[in-house]
C-alpha cells in the first residue's frame, strides 16, 4: 500500500526525495520568519496523531499552534512534538513577555494537559474557549447518550 507521501510523488510524477526538496526549498524560509507572531491576539492549540503505533512504538503525537485573530485568515504558528502540558508551557516560555500578552483567546480542546500547559506558560489572563470542532462532538455525544 503507498503512503500519501508515494502518492503525491506519483502524481506529480517525481521522486519522494524531490518532492521533500521542494516542500523543504519553500517552508524553510517561512519557519525563520519570526513576522508570522506579529499582531496575535488568539490562538489555537490542538493535537494531531503524525505517527500510528506499532507494536515497537507507541502513537507519536505533535501539537499545533495556529493564529485565529479574528479579523484576518488564520496562520500555523508552529509544530512541535508530543502533545503534554509540559510541551505546550515550554514553546511558550520561548515566547518573549510581550507576545504573551497581547493573547486574549486561546482555543483549545478539553484536554487539561493543554490547559494546564497554557497556564503554567504565561496565559493565565486569557480567555480559554473550547474549540468549535470539539464542542461539536462533544455536544453531539451527549445527543447519542440521550436517545
Known sequence: MATRQQGLAREFGVSW????ACFER???PMI????????????????????TA????????MTGFVDITPG?????????EGRSGKDVSDWLERRPDDWLHSIETVALDPHRGYANGLLAGGLDHATFVL?????????????TLAA
Do not use: M
Open 131 to 143: 474549540d468549535h470542532f470539539h464542542n461539536e462532538a462533544l455536544y453531539y455525544s451527549t445527543q
Open 26 to 28: 519553500r517552508v524553510k
Open 72 to 80: 484576518r485568515k488564520a496562520r500555523l504558528l508552529d509544530v512541535i
Open 17 to 20: 526525495q524531490t518532492c521533500w
Open 32 to 51: 525563520r520568519d519570526q513576522s508570522r507572531f506579529d499582531n496575535v491576539a488568539a490562538i489555537g492549540v490542538d493535537e494531531t496523531r503524525f505517527l
Open 54 to 61: 506499532t507494536q515497537d512504538r507507541p502513537k507519536q503525537y
